[in-house]
Nanobody, 127 residues
Framework: VQLQASGGGLVQAGGSLRLSCAAS????????MGWFRQYPGKEREFVAA????????YYADSVKGRSTISRENAENTVYLQIDNLKPEDTAVYYC?????????????????????WGQGTQVTVSS
């Protein structure tokens, strides 16, 4: 499975972005999906996750209330909408695909729950 993230860019604080991640292969609908971000010189951190059915969604506290993760299984695509962007949202955003056997909210926040990663898309928020 290959993942292609897109939708990043330069946006002013207070604006919105919708990131997309398109997956190849026929098993997308059978997998959990996640978004992580990475600051320069830092490890990747969890942003949001959605289970294979879309029934359960989890968010980092830093984006909770102003972001929405969603998926369209018919299009093999997962989305991350972030509103009211802040300069501290500036990072490279990665999408990831994980095994559906992982159902724990805590485990879904960990990189280890995901086996395939996209190439990342840069989000820059100006103040």
């Amino acid at each position: 499975v290959q993942l292609q993230a897109s939708g990043g860019g330069l946006v002013q604080a207070g604006g919105s972005l919708r990131l997309s991640c398109a997956a190849s292969g026929r098993t997308f609908s059978l997998r959990n999906m996640g978004w992580f971000r990475q600051y320069p010189g830092k490890e990747r951190e969890f942003v949001a996750a959605i289970t294979l059915t879309g029934r359960s969604r989890y968010y980092a506290d830093s984006v909770k209330g102003r972001s929405t993760i969603s998926r369209e299984n018919a299009e093999n695509t997962v989305y991350l909408q972030i509103d009211n962007l802040k300069p501290e949202d500036t990072a490279v955003y990665y999408c990831a695909l994980g095994d559906a056997s992982v159902q724990s909210a805590n485990l879904l926040r960990a990189e280890a729950a995901y086996g395939s990663w996209g190439q990342g898309t840069q989000v820059t928020v100006s103040s």
